[in-house]
């Protein structure tokens, strides 16, 4: 099955998908830009060592978790990117792409937390 999904209609769904989840670390999330992109760019493959054989990538977070900043520094804009293309390679129907998206914001989320990945899976489903 096909999925065609315009960037105005990923949007909307990705703004949904952050009211849904754990409201107090979107809340807490500062300096953070979320966008999205059809792919990563050649300094994001790069970054997430795509260029070694490495699959595809879902979303990527770039920054310094908090929890490992020191006190006072000024530093840029953290930034999330979800793939769009990526996403809908792995999902079969309309609502399986909505719960990857969820899924992949939530993941990307919990890096700017410095969260483990068993961390995620249990703060996203209480």
Same mark, same amino acid.
């Given at each position: 099955?096909? =999925?065609?999904?315009? +960037?105005?209609? /990923?949007? !909307? @769904? =990705?703004?949904? #998908?952050?009211?849904?989840?754990?409201?107090?670390?979107?809340?807490?999330?500062?300096?953070?830009? =979320?966008? $999205?992109? &059809?792919?990563?760019?050649?300094?994001?493959?790069?970054? #997430?060592?795509? +260029?070694?054989?490495? %699959? /595809?990538?879902?979303? @990527?977070?770039?920054?310094?978790?908090?929890?490992?900043?020191?006190? %006072?520094? /000024?530093? @840029?804009? &953290?930034?999330?990117?979800? /793939?769009?293309?990526?996403?809908? !390679?792995?999902?079969?129907?309309?609502? !399986?792409?909505?719960?990857?998206?969820?899924?992949?914001?939530?993941?990307?989320? !919990?890096? $700017?937390?410095?969260?483990?990945?068993? +961390?995620?899976?249990? @703060?996203?489903?209480?």
């Amino acid at each position: 099955m096909h =999925i065609d999904v315009t +960037d105005e209609a /990923f949007n !909307a @769904l =990705i703004s949904r #998908a952050m009211d849904e989840l754990p409201q107090e670390y979107i809340k807490g999330l500062e300096n953070v830009v =979320i966008t $999205y992109a &059809d792919e990563p760019d050649e300094h994001q493959r790069k970054n #997430a060592h795509l +260029d070694e054989g490495g %699959g /595809f990538l879902l979303g @990527l977070y770039e920054g310094v978790p908090l929890t490992k900043r020191g006190s %006072g520094a /000024f530093s @840029l804009p &953290d930034k999330i990117t979800l /793939f769009k293309h990526a996403i809908l !390679a792995v999902s079969p129907t309309p609502e !399986a792409f909505y719960e990857q998206i969820k899924r992949t914001l939530w993941h990307e989320i !919990a890096h $700017y937390y410095g969260l483990e990945h068993e +961390d995620m899976d249990r @703060l996203q489903n209480k």
